[in-house]
């Protein structure tokens, strides 16, 4: 409770802040509409009333004056009534933007700001997708449910002021008749929200399926392995479960809230019976026992708008939690960050080096690399070579710091990496990663992207198009380099992986970094265009040092120093000729396997 009313207020603070106007104008409206309700009774009962009294005149005598100002003031005030439920609608809609915007950009900041660990973390899946399902409507839905409730508030207030003038006792009635109401919804939203949040991995797995079966990128797999059927029966039977407690649930607020209401529907009979009897009793007139059935009516309507709105309101500010509970999150990057405060050596004297560096992922505390000991000079081509799952995507990863060593240090020219700034890293080392990204947008922002801090240089652009020897696949588009590439948008060209992979490459050179990291640049090419490309990776990491991660032989020879990986740590390291007449495990690797991979 403590934490939803801080989020209500975090939310209605910022909105004030970033547009008064619009709130000024907002409030207005919900305290105008809120008293326009007993206004219409008002009328109504005058207009009984007179109609009544004219009714009982002669003809002749007859004055329909106060009748018509009854009518034109009737008139007026749904007038109003309309007008300010249009303007309320295009108001909201406008701070709704507000709102978003605020949201979209704590998100943002949050996600990219964010270590990378916790995107490879299950749990931490968890809570980026329960606060991202909450983004998109609860912070608007807060603010308007705010502005509900306060106008419901106020109609309550007057139209229990007019049953006061029955009995004292009506308006207390009313009132506790629907407290039970609102007890059973909040219990409800609470359990609803207990549900969701204890469930999200079933509610992640119902999602997940339906993805394999909806989604473009896995549509050809799903296909060749006739996949189909067994997803849509792993979707129905996860939805199946999760519908049924989430029914089960509402069936019991259901059950409460008839027990609730067959309370409140004979406090009605009595009060109704109370009003007749003053009537016949002379008490009250006509234009009266019309005002009071109808602000018991509208009053008891209006109470349980307004319970239902608080309770929606409690509802989404305990989910609100959710999305606190992402921003919340530590941002362990920023402590290192704000250590950093060291330039990149440029250009790099003595070598980058792991130095008895030690890693396990957070997730478990088995050890990837340990004590590993390993130094790359300044203008070296390293392969880095070893069995699949022996850690040589992780130390990619390290050296990108998106994981910190557990033990140990990477040192560049002596440096600790954790302390040379971010935008320094960034700039002096380029990676292409085993699972790179196929933008969807044009060719030549693809390659720009590889350094989109400066603006996009087009002779550059092409040359690391040359270089990676894609420029004329590119320049065959009918658009050249400013084709949209992919399946994603009307208009687009789709390549081959292999031309993708080489386009990745481009994007890679394009930067002009002193360390450049290519995770298995060959993979998806075939043995012609390796030859070709391995000329061009000759070329481009000649005045560079460069890390190539690679199971193909063609790509290993080429390198001046190949270093082998095996049981987290190095084990062989020398020239291709040095490790091949030692006799050790590179040899045998070699042996063992293809003539090309290893
Ligand atoms: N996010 C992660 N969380 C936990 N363990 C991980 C994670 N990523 C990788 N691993 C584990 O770390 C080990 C090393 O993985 P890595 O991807 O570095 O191997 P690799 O040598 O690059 O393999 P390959 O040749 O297949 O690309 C593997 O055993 C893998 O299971």
Redesign the pocket.
């Known amino acids: 409770m403590k934490n939803s009313w801080k989020h209500i207020r975090t939310i209605l603070k910022y909105v004030w802040n970033s547009s008064p106007g619009w709130t000024v104008l907002n409030i207005l409206l919900v305290l105008i509409r809120g008293v326009l309700p007993l206004l219409l009774l008002y009328l109504v009962k005058l207009l009984v009333d007179e109609i009544q009294t004219i009714a009982a005149l002669p003809l002749d005598e007859r004055d329909f004056s106060l009748l018509l100002t009854v009518l034109i003031a009737a008139g007026v005030i749904f007038l109003i009534n309309a007008l300010t439920a249009s303007l309320g609608l295009l108001v909201r809609e406008r701070q709704s933007y507000v709102i978003s915007d605020f949201f979209d950009n704590l998100i943002h900041d949050k996600t990219t700001s964010l270590e990378y660990?916790y995107f490879?973390?299950p749990e931490y899946q968890s809570i980026f997708y329960r606060a991202l399902n909450e983004a998109s409507f609860r912070p608007s839905r807060i603010f308007y449910g705010v502005l509900g409730v306060i106008q419901n508030f106020i109609t309550i207030l007057v139209m229990g002021g007019v049953l006061l003038m029955v009995h004292w006792s009506v308006s207390v009635i009313l009132l506790l008749i629907t407290l039970p109401v609102s007890w059973i919804r909040l219990r409800h939203a609470r359990d609803l929200f207990r549900f969701k949040k204890d469930n999200t991995l079933l509610e992640r797995e119902v999602n997940y399926y339906n993805r394999l079966i909806t989604a473009p990128e896995f549509a050809k797999e799903v296909r060749a392995f006739d996949l189909s059927g067994l997803f849509r029966r792993r979707f129905f039977n996860r939805k199946r479960k999760w519908r049924q407690t989430q029914f089960s649930m509402l069936v019991n607020k259901t059950r409460r809230e008839i027990v609730v209401q067959l309370l409140a529907a004979t406090c009605f009979f009595l009060v109704y019976g109370l009003i007749a009897w003053k009537a016949f009793d002379g008490q009250i007139s006509i234009g009266e026992v019309v005002l009071y059935f109808l602000a018991m009516q509208r009053g008891y309507a209006y109470l349980q708008e307004f319970l239902g709105r608080s309770s929606s309101l409690y509802q989404d500010s305990l989910f609100l939690d959710n999305l606190f509970e992402f921003i919340d999150l530590r941002e362990e990057s920023k402590a290192v960050e704000s250590k950093a405060s060291l330039s990149f050596p440029s250009p790099i004297q003595s070598g980058i080096e792991f130095r008895n560096t030690g890693f396990?992922?957070?997730?478990?505390n088995?050890w990837?690399l340990r004590n590993l000991n390993l130094k790359i000079l300044p203008g070296e081509t390293i392969a880095l070579v070893?069995?699949?799952?022996?850690?040589?995507?992780?130390?990619?990863?390290l050296l990108c710091s998106l994981y910190q060593p557990v033990e140990g240090e990477i040192l560049v020219d002596d440096i600790p990496l954790s302390k040379i700034v971010d935008s320094q890293r960034v700039a002096n080392i380029s990676v292409i990663f085993?699972d790179f990204i196929l933008y969807n947008v044009t060719a030549r922002e693809n390659i720009w992207f590889g350094d989109a801090q400066k603006p996009a240089d087009d002779d550059l652009i092409k040359q690391a198009a040359n270089r990676a020897g894609i420029n004329n696949v590119i320049e065959g588009f009918e658009k050249g380099y400013n084709t949209t590439l992919g399946t994603v948008f009307e208009g687009s060209e789709q390549m081959s992986p292999g031309q993708w992979q080489r386009l990745a490459l481009a994007r890679s050179f394009y930067n002009n970094s002193q360390l450049i990291i290519l995770?298995?640049p060959t993979s998806s090419l075939d043995a012609f265009s390796e030859a070709k490309l391995l000329k061009y990776i000759r070329s481009v990491t000649e005045n560079r040092t460069a890390l190539i991660?690679s199971?193909r032989l063609s790509t290993i020879r080429m390198a001046d120093r190949v270093i082998v990986?095996e049981g987290e740590q190095v084990t062989e390291t020398g020239s291709y000729e040095e490790l091949m007449s030692k006799n050790g495990s590179f040899k045998k690797m070699v042996d063992a396997l293809s003539d090309s991979f290893i």
């Open positions: 660990g490879e973390h396990h992922y957070p997730s478990n088995r990837i070893g069995a699949n799952g022996t850690g040589k995507s992780t130390i990619v990863k085993q995770d298995e991660i199971h990986l």
